[in-house]
């Protein structure tokens, strides 16, 4: 039996086993934990990551430059192994910026998309000489007046918020009212104020939203953010260079979650690559940026039975770590409809399931959830609590300073 069989959810990518227990880049649980020194902590397996990419390269149409948006896992380890994998990095703000330029890629491979970035913030991503992803009309006369300041001229795209929304995806950030991007009916002028303001625009991004594991959706998202991205560059006095398309592919966590169907996702990419992408903005360099779907699946976020009680005919496992660390798999402070994580006992991985438990953290609140009522094998004090899928939005999206109980450590391995 390998080890996904036993895990209650769904599939997570195999880790493999070793003597019973799940392996971490080939070392067992137990030993891991040893060598790291102290429970609860983070690990990711580097040849996971590695994988990961190697499928997408083999899968999606050549054309596609792969980025990776460190936000889902910025630890500089796990940054520098996919600096040496993918075409770009894309970074939210001045501390990812640091952790990418740190990795020695080429300043014109990172993007800074996010709204609200700081004039200090402008002025070290102008200097680094990245590209800025323009969310305002404001923001292109800051990154203009650094780039004056600095005898430099900064580069630039359009982050566009689309003129559509997509269905189905986890979180949504296109279409509609919304903080990010411009609205892709205010393009034109800022498209004029771009050409008074002397700066290089490379062409456009449209970010629709995140988590989704339609195929379909995405590829419907896509079609429509090239139509937009074409009508845009009839406008602009300079030819589309980079054309971002988003990304957004989920990935499962509970067990209704089918994997997304990659291959569909790339039929759809070369219709649009051999199609109009060639036909109408035949310079476009396609960019995809992911983040989940890059490091979600290759972490596990590990914690140690403090105690076992049964209470009122239930058993509780309470565990040494929690919410404050892995937000995302208690059900985001209080989630209205709450998924189990895929979860283990690491170090009996092979043995079979027995009881019911509840998996809970030592935070003084019943939100502090991290698995409900899952079938594991018959667990004791010191056992090792494994929740998977905690590569992405795991300890950087996590309250961590919420009861004041130290900070996991975190391992590539
Ligand atoms: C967060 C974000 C991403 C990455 O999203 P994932 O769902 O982790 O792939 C990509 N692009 C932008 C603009 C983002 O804000």
Do not use: W
Request: charged share 20%.
């Amino acid at each position: 039996m390998t080890a996904s069989e036993l895990i209650i959810g769904s599939g997570p990518a195999d880790f493999g086993t070793v003597a019973g227990e799940l392996a971490i880049g080939g070392i067992g649980l137990s030993r891991l934990a040893a060598r790291i020194g102290s429970t609860p902590f983070f690990a990711y397996d580097r040849s996971l990551i590695t994988e990961r990419v190697q499928l997408l390269r083999q899968t999606l149409p050549p054309a596609i430059r792969l980025h990776y948006a460190v936000k889902a896992n910025p630890m500089p380890a796990v940054v520098q192994h996919l600096a040496g994998l993918v075409d770009g990095l894309d970074v939210a703000s001045a501390g990812e910026l640091a952790v990418a330029l740190d990795t020695g890629i080429r300043p014109d491979r990172i993007g800074f998309a996010g709204p609200g970035k700081a004039p200090a913030e402008i002025g070290r991503a102008v200097a680094a000489g990245i590209t800025l992803e323009l969310e305002s009309e404001t923001e292109a006369r800051r990154v203009a007046e650094a780039g004056v300041r600095l005898g430099i001229r900064p580069r630039v795209a359009i982050r566009v918020n689309p003129d559509f929304a997509v269905r189905g995806s986890g979180m949504r950030m296109g279409g509609g009212p919304q903080q990010f991007g411009v609205d892709a009916e205010r393009v034109p002028d800022l498209l004029r104020l771009i050409t008074a303001l002397d700066l290089d625009l490379i062409g456009f991004h449209v970010f629709a939203g995140s988590q989704n594991l339609n195929a379909d959706i995405l590829g419907e998202a896509q079609r429509r953010t090239v139509e937009l991205i074409i009508a845009l560059a009839e406008l602009s006095s300079t030819p589309v260079r980079y054309l971002n398309l988003g990304g957004g592919f989920g990935i499962p966590y509970s067990e209704r979650d089918r994997p997304l169907d990659l291959t569909r996702v790339a039929a759809n990419l070369a219709e649009l690559i051999d199609g109009p992408i060639a036909n109408r903005l035949p310079e476009a360099r396609p960019v995809l940026e992911l983040g989940r779907y890059l490091v979600g699946e290759s972490g596990v976020y590990v914690t140690r039975v403090l105690d076992r009680k049964l209470s009122r005919g239930e058993q509780f496992l309470v565990v040494d770590g929690g919410m404050h660390h892995q937000l995302a798999a208690s059900g985001n402070l209080g989630q209205v409809i709450r998924r189990n994580y895929p979860v283990a006992v690491g170090n009996k991985i092979t043995e079979p399931p027995a009881e019911v438990s509840t998996v809970v953290g030592r935070l003084c609140t019943p939100l502090d959830l991290l698995a409900d009522k899952v079938v594991l094998p018959t667990t004791a004090v010191d056992d090792l609590i494994v929740i998977f899928q905690a590569g992405a939005y795991g300890l950087t999206a996590s309250p961590t300073a919420f009861l004041g109980h130290p900070a996991p450590a975190e391992a590539l391995i």
